[in-house]
């Protein structure tokens, strides 16, 4: 099952003014049911979310985590930036880019 049905199916169990992320959460939290024969939470999920919007990382591992908001430059996506920066005004780990977070 690709990851918009899968996200369709978790979602209609949420009430309908849940936020989005919840299915996300979801599965992470409830990893032995979507992830059968894992012996660990994965690090990450990718959900191909085609033809909706682009493809989306979640990160669970904090070490993995720091990889992309402290040790290597990663671009961050236009979609944190719009969450976070009324929010933050920009000035967080998700909305700014590494080179100018280390300014």
Excluded at 61 to 74: E, G, I
Aim: charged share 20%.
């Amino acid at each position: 099952m690709g990851s918009p049905p899968l996200l369709a199916k978790i979602r209609k169990t949420f009430p309908k003014d849940a936020h989005h992320s919840e299915p996300v959460i979801e599965i992470l939290e409830h990893w032995r049911d979507y992830f059968p024969g894992a012996k660990q939470c994965p690090p990450f999920v990718a959900l191909d979310l085609w033809p909706m919007r682009k493809a989306m990382l979640r990160v669970s591992d904090p070490r993995l985590s720091q990889q992309f908001t402290t040790v290597k430059a990663v671009t961050r996506g236009q979609t944190s930036r719009q969450f976070m920066t009324p929010v933050s005004l920009g000035l967080d780990l998700l909305s700014t880019d590494l080179p100018t977070h280390r300014v």
